[in-house]
């Protein structure tokens, strides 16, 4: 059964940096797209970012395009997203999820997804 766990949240002020982490366990991650999502109190569950299996395909939610920046590492099990110029509203619990999907393609719809994170919160204040 394929685990993950997000690290690297924290409290950070604008313009900041933060990279979070999603380590799998109980099964490679080789054949998995990977999917970064966020949740803010009040708002629906948002698709931040996804990565093929293979890591040669990547998406981005508008809002985030040019500050963050999905990668996966499948050596060490784990994927990456790199956020960079970071703004108020980027805060928000972050979870990372996983389905099984051979190919160059991922998708932003959390309905896709099976495995799941428990989050990790971001906050982006001064």
């Known amino acids: 059964q394929l685990q993950l766990v997000e690290s690297g949240g924290g409290l950070v002020q604008p313009g900041g940096s933060l990279r979070l982490s999603c380590s799998a366990s109980?099964?490679?991650?080789?054949?998995?797209?990977i999917g970064w999502f966020r949740q803010a109190p009040g708002k629906e569950r948002e698709g931040v970012s996804c990565?093929?299996?293979?890591?040669?395909?990547?998406k981005y939610v508008d809002s985030v395009k040019g500050r963050f920046t999905i990668s996966r590492d499948n050596a060490k099990n784990t994927v990456y997203l790199q956020m960079n110029s970071l703004k108020p509203e980027d805060t928000a619990v972050y979870y990372c999820?996983?389905?099984?999907?051979?190919?160059?393609?991922?998708?932003?719809?959390?309905?896709?997804?099976?495995?799941w994170g428990q989050g990790t919160q971001v906050t982006v204040s001064s």
């Open positions: 109980g099964s490679t991650l080789d054949y998995y797209a």
């Open positions: 990565i093929s299996s293979s890591g040669g395909s990547t």
């Open positions: 999820a996983a389905t099984r999907l051979s190919g160059n393609v991922c998708y932003d719809r959390f309905d896709f997804y099976q495995y």
